[in-house]
């Protein structure tokens, strides 16, 4: 069994920042990719950025891009989210997810990954 458990967020001001950490359990870590999503009250499931099983890879949602950095260090089987120049609009839970992957492969579709985290909350006021 696979578990993910995220942590890191919080209540901050806009402009400020946070650092979200995703610890994944079992020993086969760095044969997943990664990814971050979000999903504010009455809103879909938002990708985020993902991450390929060797850090060598990644790619973001435009409304993040420029903002959040995802990385992942496979020694310590956790998968982060730097957050910066943080909008009340990034205001929502944010989740991780883990699937078994292809080296070099990453996913952006929430419904391609086979684990997930129980999410923590961001709040960004104004």
């Known amino acids: 069994q696979v578990s993910l458990v995220e942590s890191g967020g919080g209540l901050v001001q806009a402009g400020g920042s946070l650092r979200l950490s995703c610890a994944v359990s079992?020993?086969?870590?760095?044969?997943?990719?990664m990814g971050w999503f979000r999903q504010a009250p009455g809103k879909e499931r938002e990708f985020l950025a993902a991450?390929?099983?060797?850090?060598?890879?990644?790619d973001y949602a435009d409304s993040v891009k420029g903002r959040f950095t995802i990385s992942r260090d496979n020694a310590k089987n956790t998968v982060y989210l730097q957050m910066n120049s943080l909008k009340p609009d990034d205001t929502a839970v944010y989740s991780c997810?883990?699937?078994?992957?292809?080296?070099?492969?990453?996913?952006?579709?929430?419904?391609?990954?086979?684990?997930w985290g129980q999410g923590t909350q961001v709040t960004v006021s104004s």
């Open positions: 991450i390929s099983r060797s850090g060598s890879n990644t």
């Open positions: 997810a883990a699937r078994t992957s292809i080296y070099y492969m990453y996913y952006k579709d929430p419904g391609d990954y086979h684990y």
């Open positions: 079992g020993r086969t870590f760095s044969s997943y990719a």
